[in-house]
């Protein structure tokens, strides 16, 4: 009898692709995930427990080992510095991290602010760049921040980039692709080694037939 996984799963929108991953890969995993709002669903077929999270809180879950797997968006694990393994690229939810400000942007040398939902991530893009800015942390909506005159600048994520296009606003720097990763408590890969590389290598399997 294979033993028990935990898998920390991001709620929002990383959830659906992740879900359509597990299934090709062969998890059979039963109509509740699609239409529930239990934080816990246990599979006894698959001898899996999953966990529902708030994305930015996955790697949290992994690294103190009260899931053993985690789907985490490679923005939080940037943002989150947590100590885990990150073992496979999903390649799903992409996107990318910027800054954007608005189209009349000047760079300022008195006390610039950038507004963003990855306050250590920016703090870290712009030591890089040699440029001193004060950071002002948001939860969400991050474009309203130049438009109402909080921030001159913002790091976020972009996609289609419709909503920086909608707002008004530019891109003005790409800093990095971003992808979900499919992430690994160090000790339960020590334990459960079998169990985690059978994951893997089911998922990488997917994820190859996808890419050819
Ligand atoms: N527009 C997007 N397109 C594709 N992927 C995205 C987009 N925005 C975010 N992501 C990816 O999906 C992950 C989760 O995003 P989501 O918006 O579901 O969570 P969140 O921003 O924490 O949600 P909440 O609004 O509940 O705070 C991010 O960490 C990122 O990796
Ligand atoms: O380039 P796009 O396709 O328009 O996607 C980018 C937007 O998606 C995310 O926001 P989200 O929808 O998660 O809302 P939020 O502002 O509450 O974080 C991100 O923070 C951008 O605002």
Known sequence: MAEW???AMPKGRIFEEALELLRKAGYNLPAEF?????LIIDVPEENMRFILAKPMDVPTYVEHGVADVGVAGKDTMIEEERVVYEVLDLQISECYLAVAGLPNYEKRDINPKVASKYPNL??????EQGEQVEIIKLNGSIELAPLIGLADRIVDIVSTGRTLKENGLV??????PITSRLIVNPVSYRMKDERIDEMVERLSR???GEEA
């Open 171 to 176: 891109e003005l720097e790409t800093i990095v």
């Open 5 to 7: 996984l935990t898998v």
């Open 34 to 38: 699609d239409d529930s709002r239990k």
């Open 206 to 208: 997917v994820i190859e």
């Open 122 to 127: 920016a703090t870290q893009y712009f030591k």
